[in-house]
C-alpha cells in the first residue's frame, strides 16, 4: 500500500498557473503508475493525467492536454501536476492515486488503488 497526501491547490483567476504536489511513503512508490484525477460538484470523479512507475510514459485527459503536465520525482516518493492557463471548469477536487499493480501503465481509473484525500481546486472567471 501507498499513503498519499496532496498539496498546492487554492483559490486562482482564470489564466493562472497551480503545482499540485502528491507526496507518498511507502517503499514501493517508484514501482507504480501514478495518476491526477478529479472530481467537480454533482459529477463523477474523471481522469486528469497519469504517469508510468518510470515517468516514460505520460497521458493526459483531452480537456487538459497542452496545459497540464505531471512528473514524478521517484528519489522524493512524489508526484506533480503543472496546471497553466486554468479555466473555472477545471475546478474541482484533485486527488492523488497508486495503481494496485507494479511496473504497468494504466489510466483506468479501477486499476488505482491507493487515493489521497484530495486538494480543492477553484478557478474564479
Known amino acids: 500500500q501507498v499513503q498519499l497526501v496532496e498539496s498546492g491547490g487554492g483559490l486562482v483567476q482564470a489564466g493562472a498557473s497551480l503545482r499540485l504536489s502528491c507526496a507518498a511513503s511507502?517503499?514501493?512508490?517508484?514501482?507504480?503508475?501514478m495518476g491526477w484525477f478529479r472530481q467537480a460538484p454533482g459529477k463523477e470523479r474523471e481522469f486528469v493525467a497519469a504517469?508510468?512507475?518510470?515517468?516514460?510514459?505520460?497521458s493526459y485527459a483531452d480537456s487538459v492536454k497542452g496545459r497540464f503536465t505531471i512528473s514524478r520525482d521517484n528519489a522524493k516518493n512524489a508526484v506533480y501536476l503543472q496546471m497553466n492557463s486554468l479555466k473555472p471548469e477545471d475546478t474541482a477536487v484533485y486527488y492523488c492515486?497508486?495503481?494496485?499493480?507494479?511496473?504497468?501503465?494504466?489510466?483506468?481509473?479501477?486499476?488505482?488503488?491507493?487515493w489521497g484525500q484530495g486538494t480543492q481546486v477553484t478557478v474564479d472567471s
Open positions: 492515486a497508486a495503481s494496485r499493480a507494479t511496473y504497468i501503465y494504466t489510466s483506468r481509473t479501477t486499476d488505482f488503488g491507493s
Open positions: 504517469i508510468s512507475w518510470n515517468g516514460g510514459t505520460t
Open positions: 511507502g517503499r514501493t512508490f517508484s514501482t507504480r503508475t
